[in-house]
């Protein structure tokens, strides 16, 4: 039986649900769904890999109840790993009115540090991430070299594929509607830790 680390790219996967099906699968049991993905594998732990919104204040009340839901529900199975945003002004090249363009940092580089370095301590014989993020290939590549013997695989989300990350890790596939709709997390639970009741926001039903 491997010991599996997953690694979620929150952006990618937050999107591509998005894209595919809305809202409704937002709230999303992510050590469930690594469970459903890999049952005969024994899960050493989930590491979500995202950034806290910035200048929206309802988007960012939603994150952080879904963040705070996560580890109620998870506990110690899940680890959430914090980049940033950064704002950047851009032009509209056809009027040429200025905007705010929020693009995500960190991710990408958090996710290959911590895959390099658990497949370089033995923290797991198996590895899967949940991006289709090319980004990765480097480490990916690095972490067979350090240790050839290690099953490394990517689950694509919806509306997502990377060709190079498939040829890197042949045995990577898509993530299909079954699994999302089957690891969503009680509508709602209570915070051990502050005794706080966390609900689905009603924007996600």
């Known amino acids: 039986?491997?010991?599996?680390?997953?690694?979620?790219?929150?952006?990618?996967?937050?999107?591509?649900?998005?894209?595919?099906?809305?809202?409704?699968?937002?709230?999303?049991d992510l050590v469930g769904l690594a469970q459903t993905l890999r049952p005969r594998d024994r899960l050493v732990k989930v590491k979500y890999f995202t950034a806290s919104v910035l200048d929206d204040s309802?988007?960012?009340?939603?994150?952080?109840?879904?963040?705070?839901?996560?580890?109620?529900?998870?506990?110690?199975?899940?680890?959430?790993?914090?980049?940033?945003?950064?704002?950047?002004?851009?032009?509209?090249?056809?009027?040429?009115?200025?905007?705010?363009?929020?693009?995500?940092?960190?991710?990408?580089?958090?996710?290959?540090?911590?895959?390099?370095?658990?497949?370089?301590?033995?923290?797991?014989?198996?590895?899967?991430?949940?991006?289709?993020?090319?980004?990765?290939?480097?480490?990916?590549r690095t972490a067979q070299r350090l240790e050839p013997g290690v099953h490394i695989m990517a689950a694509f989300p919806p509306k997502r594929f990377s060709g190079e990350l498939q040829k890197l890790m042949p045995a990577s596939f898509s993530i299909g509607r079954a699994k999302f709709s089957g690891a969503q997390l009680p509508h709602k639970l209570v915070d051990p830790a502050t005794g706080h009741v966390l609900e689905r926001p009603a924007k996600w039903a």
């Open 1 to 28: 039986m491997s010991e599996l680390i997953v690694y979620v790219d929150g952006f990618n996967l937050y999107h591509g649900l998005r894209a595919k099906y809305g809202r409704r699968y937002h709230w999303l």
């Open 58 to 140: 309802g988007a960012l009340s939603r994150q952080d109840t879904y963040l705070q839901a996560l580890s109620a529900h998870s506990g110690p199975m899940i680890e959430i790993i914090k980049g940033r945003y950064q704002k950047k002004q851009k032009q509209c090249r056809q009027c040429g009115s200025q905007y705010t363009h929020y693009e995500e940092k960190e991710t990408d580089v958090n996710i290959a540090v911590s895959l390099v370095a658990d497949i370089a301590t033995q923290a797991a014989t198996s590895a899967m991430l949940i991006s289709a993020d090319s980004d990765l290939s480097p480490a990916v």
